[in-house]
């Protein structure tokens, strides 16, 4: 069936470094996507989404990268700090049932190192 | 950016209780939340979608009469986890959309001895 996945189950940078998480999905007609960081213990954090007639979206130290020609999303971290050690979703508007459903991919930890 | 709370964040109830896991949207209204449940390490799995005025629909595999779900109203939808055993301790999350983007609350934590 449609999935969405992730390469990387985690991921290891040096503080200051730039951090970038991949995400793989395989349903060609998604028209939305988001980013979404999850502390320990938490809920996840919307950090940003993205519309599928973009190719690039930016915010505060993240950008968001959508290749519809591979199916393929990424996100990433500029300057990363110790404060970005989470669990990173990406997620992809469902399309079956609901329309507002949400389908996840399997995540990447990333451990920002001193 | 639009706020979900849930309560209580984190609950130890004894095996064949219930217990009952509220989620707010706080400054939007939302006539459909989704549960979703947690394994550690795990994403997060969708359970049942929350309609405020109708009835919940459920994933295949989750047991409605074991996961009771109310949308009392716009703002607040109910999950009650009934005769609770230790299998269905978990991380529990429930999300609202507010236009396309959906908001998570913060969790719950559920521990059963």
């Known amino acids: 069936g449609e999935s969405v996945g992730l390469h990387l189950p985690t991921l290891s940078v040096q503080e200051g470094d730039n951090s970038i998480i991949n995400c793989a999905y395989s349903?060609?007609?998604?028209?939305?996507f988001i980013w979404y960081k999850q502390e320990s213990g938490k809920g996840p954090q919307f950090i940003i989404d993205i519309r599928s007639n973009m190719d690039k979206r930016q915010g505060q130290r993240v950008t968001v990268l959508l290749n519809k020609t591979v199916k393929h999303l990424s996100l990433q971290i500029a300057a990363t700090q110790p404060g970005d050690s989470a669990v990173y979703f990406c997620?992809?508007?469902?399309?079956?049932?609901?329309?507002?459903?949400?389908?996840f991919g399997s995540g990447t930890q990333l451990t920002v190192l001193p | 950016g639009a706020v979900v709370s849930q309560h209580p964040s984190r609950v130890i109830c004894k095996s064949g209780t219930s217990v009952k896991i509220e989620c707010r949207s706080l400054?939007?209204?939302?006539?459909?939340m989704f549960w979703y449940r947690q394994f550690p390490k795990q994403s997060l799995m969708l359970m049942a979608t929350s309609n405020e005025g109708s009835k919940a629909t459920y994933e295949q595999g989750v047991e409605k009469d074991k996961f009771l779900i109310n949308h009392a109203s716009l703002t607040l939808s109910t999950l009650t986890v009934t005769s609770a055993h230790p299998e269905d301790s978990s991380f529990y999350i429930c999300?609202?959309?507010?236009?396309?983007?959906?908001?998570f609350g913060p969790g719950t934590r559920l521990l059963v001895l």
């Open positions: 400054d939007f209204q939302a006539t459909t």
């Open positions: 997620a992809e508007k469902g399309l079956t049932g609901s329309a507002r459903q949400l389908t």
């Open positions: 999300s609202a959309p507010n236009l396309e983007t959906q908001y």
């Open positions: 349903n060609s007609a998604s028209d939305y």
